[in-house]
């Protein structure tokens, strides 16, 4: 396995700091070693992940302007699930669409709460 370098965007880092005003534990950039993925944000105790998807991991819209993920997003989405993770996808474009701090706690909340408890 190769070592890379990663670079974090600024929708990762809006969506962690939003994310560790909900639920406190999630790592950046936790290197998973059954898959050798780095998950962009993790609870490895309890095995959920939170994938930040920007425009690179969708393709293009459809002609009812629906954005379904690339082949390399599956796969590791796959990957990640046949190895015990709970994988949750924030996409660029629903992420953008929120307007205050508030409203993106609220989607985070709504999407990691079933997965904790």
């Known amino acids: 396995m190769q070592v890379t370098q990663v670079t974090i965007s600024e929708f990762q ?39 930040v998807d920007g425009p690179t991991h969708f393709l293009l819209p459809d002609g009812r302007g629906v954005r379904k993920p690339n082949g390399p997003t599956l796969l590791k989405r796959r990957l990640l699930a046949a190895a015990g993770w709970r994988v949750i996808s924030v996409p660029f474009y629903e992420w953008d669409g929120f307007a205050t701090a508030n409203e993106r706690h ?11 408890g």
């Open 13 to 51: 880092r809006s969506v962690a700091a939003a994310l560790a005003a909900v639920q406190h534990g999630f790592e950046e950039e936790h290197l998973e070693p059954r898959t050798g993925y780095s998950l962009d944000l993790a609870l490895p105790s309890s095995r959920v992940a939170v994938e």
């Open 106 to 116: 609220t989607y985070l909340e709504r999407a990691v709460a079933p997965l904790l």
